[in-house]
């Protein structure tokens, strides 16, 4: 999976871009490297990757999984909304049932309407629905109508996912480590688990969203500062977000944090 974000749909967290990667023996790629790389990747594992690009502002490319694995890729859209999902849902029948889903329904399309259903109209915010997810997972949603990014990383740790800056400014997304590494020279780190990253709102821990986020440098094995490593900062406290009404959904949970 790799989700590719211009600098002007996404806020990412300054600590991410490290001043190494300008004397990094390993340059920062351009957006249209990191992809042609990805694609060029998957193709030779003969995995019939594909990528939908949404203007010059975002990019989503996805390889399906050739081997059975508990750890699944999906990739769905619904009314101009698309995610990829890594991972599975323990209990997806009993959250399928609970949002008068189909049981057909599968990860990716279930995150794509809840999503919609909390952007739209939900009463709760984004990290009790979060919470309620039980398994391992980890998934980028891009919202072309809104021009909205929203990533989220299991708090068990066993997706990982990992971010970083290309040349360009761009975000990178994948769960690939060697891709984002090699895309963004020391300007990278992994997504922080028990967390979820909105667009325009920042990066929130949905496992203690009363809790600020705090960046630690990262140092690589070469003793260089590498990104930042966000952890959550058990002496602060954010507002606390409203539970109820339009403003607690998806889309501008972050306006108090």
Same mark, same amino acid.
């Given at each position: 999976?790799? =989700?590719?974000? %211009?600098? %002007?749909?996404?806020?990412?967290? %300054?600590?991410?871009?490290?001043?190494?990667?300008?004397? $990094?023996?390993?340059?920062?790629?351009?957006?249209?490297?990191?992809?042609?790389?990805?694609?060029?990747?998957?193709?030779?594992? +003969?995995?019939?990757?594909?990528?939908?690009?949404?203007?010059?502002?975002?990019?989503?490319?996805?390889?399906? +999984? !050739? !081997?059975?694995?508990?750890?699944?890729?999906?990739?769905?859209?619904?009314?101009?909304?698309?995610?990829?999902?890594? =991972? $599975?849902?323990?209990?997806?029948?009993?959250? #399928?049932?609970?949002?008068?889903?189909?049981?057909?329904?599968?990860?990716?399309?279930?995150?794509?309407?809840?999503?919609?259903?909390?952007?739209?109209?939900?009463?709760?915010?984004?990290?009790?629905? *979060?919470?309620?997810?039980?398994?391992?997972?980890?998934?980028?949603?891009?919202?072309?109508?809104? =021009?909205?990014?929203?990533?989220? /990383?299991? /708090?068990?740790?066993?997706?990982?996912?990992?971010?970083?800056?290309?040349?360009?400014?761009?975000?990178?997304?994948?769960?690939? *480590?060697?891709?984002? %590494? +090699?895309?963004?020279? !020391?300007?990278?780190?992994?997504?922080?688990?028990?967390?979820?990253?909105?667009?325009?709102?920042? *990066?929130?821990?949905?496992?203690?969203?009363?809790? !600020?986020?705090?960046? &630690?440098?990262?140092?690589?094995?070469?003793?260089?500062?590498?990104?930042?490593?966000?952890?959550?900062? $058990?002496?602060?406290? #954010?507002? &606390?977000?409203?539970?109820? =009404?339009?403003?607690?959904?998806?889309?501008?949970?972050?306006?108090?944090?």
């Amino acid at each position: 999976m790799l =989700g590719i974000f %211009k600098e %002007k749909l996404i806020n990412a967290p %300054k600590e991410l871009n490290s001043p190494a990667s300008l004397i $990094s023996q390993t340059k920062p790629k351009q957006s249209h490297e990191i992809l042609n790389n990805f694609m060029s990747s998957c193709t030779s594992s +003969s995995s019939n990757p594909f990528f939908m690009s949404f203007g010059n502002d975002a990019v989503l490319a996805y390889s399906p +999984s !050739k !081997k059975p694995s508990i750890h699944q890729r999906l990739f769905s859209g619904l009314d101009n909304i698309y995610c990829v999902f890594l =991972g $599975s849902l323990h209990n997806l029948s009993q959250l #399928n049932k609970q949002y008068g889903l189909s049981k057909g329904t599968n990860e990716a399309m279930f995150i794509i309407e809840a999503y919609r259903t909390l952007r739209d109209r939900g009463p709760y915010p984004a990290d009790q629905v *979060l919470k309620e997810l039980e398994g391992s997972f980890g998934f980028v949603i891009y919202d072309n109508k809104d =021009g909205t990014v929203f990533v989220a /990383s299991g /708090s068990d740790g066993q997706v990982g996912l990992f971010w970083g800056i290309a040349a360009d400014g761009s975000i990178v997304i994948s769960e690939n *480590l060697e891709l984002v %590494k +090699s895309s963004c020279a !020391k300007s990278f780190a992994p997504f922080p688990t028990g967390c979820l990253f909105h667009s325009e709102h920042g *990066l929130l821990s949905f496992q203690h969203p009363t809790k !600020k986020m705090k960046a &630690m440098p990262r140092i690589d094995s070469e003793g260089i500062m590498c990104g930042a490593n966000f952890n959550v900062d $058990s002496q602060s406290k #954010n507002q &606390m977000m409203p539970r109820v =009404g339009s403003e607690a959904n998806w889309a501008i949970w972050g306006s108090e944090a």
